[in-house]
């Protein structure tokens, strides 16, 4: 239907504090991919879900941060105990496979204070 | 690993052409071209294969060569609207598609 939609659109939250952020991606795409954003910046890897197979976390900046994702459906980025440095747009995109298009979703504006 | 573009900025006058390019330190299966505007999501314009193959989209195409793990993505008389940041994202044999550092594009009237 739709295409990839994030909740919350925008998140201000105190250092310290959890934070979840959720991806629903595009009916029957397999693969869901999390970006960071800085300010002005690039669009930094975090983490990568093929179908069925284990997650690639690899981008991943530290043990704060993890994501899940329920079968093919939507998924959760956690960042624990919120840093400044956290503060970004985390995007989500969504996609059939490689090498297909990636569909990204309008993302999730995370100001940390 | 990060691909590398280049320029990092551009600025063109409506109706001039630019070449923004994308190199990879890794060997290639695909090469993928976005355009994010300010404030948005970033909107796909093309995917190019391995296979030296060039594609094209209205007055924006690419090449890519992936002997020397290029990619270079060629705007054609220019437009406003072709204004915004340029990201090249590569794959090499894995699904994980790694985005460039950019390139600002900025067409004046």
């Known amino acids: 239907g739709a295409g990839v939609s994030q909740s919350p659109s925008n998140k201000v939250t105190e250092k310290g504090k959890d934070v979840e952020l959720r991806c629903d991606p595009i009916?029957?795409?397999?693969?869901l991919y999390w970006y960071r954003q800085r300010l002005g910046q690039g669009l930094e890897f975090l983490i990568y879900?093929?179908?069925?197979?284990?997650?690639?976390k690899s981008g991943l900046p530290s043990d704060r941060f993890s994501a899940e994702r329920t079968g093919e459906s939507v998924s959760t980025l956690t960042i624990q105990r919120t840093q400044q440095e956290d503060s970004a747009v985390y995007l989500c995109?969504?996609?059939?496979?490689?090498?297909?298009?990636?569909?990204f979703g309008p993302g999730t504006r995370l100001l940390v204070l | 690993q990060q691909p590398v573009q280049s320029p990092q900025a551009v600025i063109l006058r409506e109706g001039e052409d630019a070449v923004i390019n994308c190199s990879s330190s890794k060997a290639l299966y695909s090469v993928h071209w976005y355009r994010q505007k300010h404030g948005e999501a970033p909107v796909f314009l093309m995917i190019l294969l391995k296979g030296g193959e060039q594609k094209g989209h209205e007055k924006i195409s690419a090449s890519f060569n992936e002997k020397k793990q290029q990619s270079s993505l060629y705007l054609t008389a220019s437009q406003l609207s072709y204004s915004g940041t340029y990201f090249c994202?590569?794959?090499?044999?894995?699904?994980?598609?790694?985005f460039g550092t950019g390139t600002r594009l900025q067409v004046f009237p």
């Open positions: 995109a969504s996609t059939q496979g490689a090498p297909r298009t990636q569909y």
């Open positions: 879900f093929q179908g069925n197979s284990a997650p690639d």
């Open positions: 994202g590569t794959a090499d044999n894995t699904d994980k598609l790694i």
């Open positions: 009916s029957g795409h397999t693969a």
